[in-house]
């Protein structure tokens, strides 16, 4: 006999689950109690938006479910961010909502909410679980659906008398791995396919990929000499030093290569979901009216049709897909002129101040190690990131497309907990840092030597932009005040620098990863600089004109 906390972590030790993150709650003590001596690692973070977003986070990294524990009411509405991110991203996760006694419920009860009805829009399952006895049960279908089809997150709801009560239930055997389907012909018929057109596109993103999927990506498009797109932030998805990458399809994308998927005669569209990102609100592939063949590959079968009729539709995992084409002998290759749009575009273009964020970015590129994680949230500045830093393996890029601000630091923070061997980077613009920059307690307490880039121009500057773009003359709403960044990174035993010339960065950021600890480099740069980003609008604005 073990009470219903201890089960639940049994069951979780089952599936080999090593790390969760949580704030403490007393709706779920039974869990923390279980927690206790089982071999787990429990991170404890200061805010359940950055638990979360460290669970998803560890979602993306691993392949397998990040797992957060969360109190009921505010605790469950903070976290309701990171469950965004993980449904936008397809990242499997699990948050696990401690929840009001059952003879309580439906009195609106201190911090009660209804969590089917609250998170129904936002997860793939939201359950919660009124029998001790089934706690095994309904934690292996969270582990299960989590990971299946197309990845994303389950919501938990574990009634503090369920968590607290008795019994001696057997636990779940882990589910069997599904068996993967023969691609082979399948791959054969895109190859045909592909081999007709005169100017064929693939476009990569999605769940379910890792350096294997990588590398046969690289082997497949060399072979068959056909550009390679990356969809929004998965600019790791193949090396971008590879002579077919042609660029990321995202917000301030490459004008070049948005041209050239207006002009691509086919797509191969490998796990992404072809929205609006990367369609530059649909205007750059039209819905009703494509001209063009077009190949989709996605683990979901709902995804296929959803928006664009595809003329060949393949339901797979696209890393499953993607080994198959690379098994493929040596075609006559097409050409790939896109890479030279590509290198081209990250050519760095002269920003005003005294402080270059595309030269900083540059430079980073140039000489962190091919390993290293780049994390960010959102806002004009990771624009820079997104143009002119390459990415050469798979893991190294955590960012939201859901476009969650204060993303950086807790995935930086995940990151560095899962990897603490590479170096970690997290960019982030001074509004967005102060989203979760709370968050620097649990590196400092967990030993997570993250290296923060706050790009402080003092303001909210993709709204600025924005702003001044629709009301000219009406700025308001949109300043900020900021604290001594360098002051606050020092009070958690970390090390901080301003930098307010491109020249000083090199030897600043060498101190920063010599320090040993978390460090915040503040970057002083003008305020002009960072309104220049272009956007989706202005992308979208472009092909229309076109």
């Known amino acids: 006999m073990r009470h219903g906390g201890k089960i639940l972590v049994d069951q979780l030790v089952e599936y080999g689950v090593s790390r969760v993150f949580s704030v403490p709650g007393e709706s779920y003590l039974a ?36 797992i957060a524990f969360v109190t009921r009411g505010p605790g469950a509405t903070n976290a309701a961010s990171g469950i965004h991110v993980a449904r936008q991203d397809s990242t499997p996760m699990i948050l696990f909502v401690g929840q009001i006694a059952l003879g309580d419920q439906d009195r609106e009860a201190f911090q009660e909410v209804n969590y089917r009805a609250m998170f129904a829009p936002l997860a793939k399952w939201v359950a919660q679980v009124d029998q001790t006895d089934r706690l095994p049960e309904y934690t292996a279908r969270a582990l299960h659906v989590a990971q299946s089809g197309r990845p994303g997150p389950v919501v938990l709801a574990l009634p503090e ?62 072979n068959h000499g056909i550009s390679v797109a990356s969809s929004f932030r998965r600019q790791d998805y193949i090396d971008n030093r590879h002579p077919c990458y042609a660029g990321d399809l995202s917000f301030g994308m490459n004008p070049a290569l948005a041209n050239h998927v207006r002009q691509a005669d086919c797509l191969l569209v490998l796990g992404a979901r072809l929205g609006d990102v990367a369609t530059a609100g649909f205007a750059l592939v039209d819905p009703a009216d494509r001209g063009q063949k077009l190949i989709h590959i996605h683990a979901d079968p709902d995804e296929l049709g959803h928006i664009y009729t595809p003329d060949i539709a393949v339901n797979s995992r696209a890393d499953h897909m993607v080994e198959a084409l690379a098994q493929i002998p040596l075609d006559t290759p097409k050409t790939t002129p896109a890479h030279d749009d590509y290198q081209n575009w990250r050519t760095p273009q002269e920003t005003p101040g005294d402080l270059k964020l595309e030269q900083v970015v540059h430079w980073l590129s140039d000489h962190l190690p091919d390993d290293a994680v780049i994390t960010n949230g959102a806002g004009n500045y990771a624009a820079w990131v997104h143009r002119y830093f390459q990415f ?6 955590l960012a939201p497309t859901s476009g969650s601000m204060g993303y950086g630091l807790p995935a930086a923070i995940a990151a560095k907990l899962q990897h603490p061997d590479r170096t970690v980077v997290c960019f982030a613009g001074d509004g967005c840092f102060q989203m979760t920059l709370n968050e620097l307690s649990t590196a400092a307490q967990h030993g997570a030597a993250v290296i923060v880039i706050v790009v402080n121009n003092g303001r909210y500057g993709t709204i600025r932009m924005h702003q001044e773009k629709t009301y000219p003359a009406r700025v308001s709403g949109t300043d900020l005040f900021n604290p001594d960044f360098v002051a606050l990174a020092k009070a958690y035993g970390g090390h901080g620098e301003v930098v307010e010339n491109t020249d000083e960065f090199p030897k600043a950021f060498r101190r920063a990863a010599d320090f040993g600890r978390l460090a915040v480099l503040e970057l002083k740069v003008d305020p002009q600089a960072l309104s220049t980003a272009a956007t989706l609008d202005q992308v979208r604005d472009a092909a229309q004109s076109d």
């Open 31 to 66: 869990v923390l109690d279980g927690l206790y001596d089982s071999g787990i690692q429990n991170i404890v973070c200061r805010h359940e938006g950055g638990a979360a977003m460290m669970a998803e986070a560890h979602g993306k990294l691993t392949g397998t479910p990040g």
């Open 161 to 222: 008398d369920i968590l607290s009560a008795q019994s001696n239930v057997p636990l779940r055997p882990a589910h069997p791995l599904a068996k993967r389907p023969n691609l082979d012909q399948v791959a054969q018929d895109i190859v045909s396919e592909l081999g007709k057109a005169h100017d064929p596109l693939i476009i990569v993103g999605g769940p379910h990929w890792g350096q294997p999927a990588a590398d046969a990506l690289a082997k497949f498009a060399e």
């Open 392 to 397: 050469k393996r798979y893991g190294t890029q």
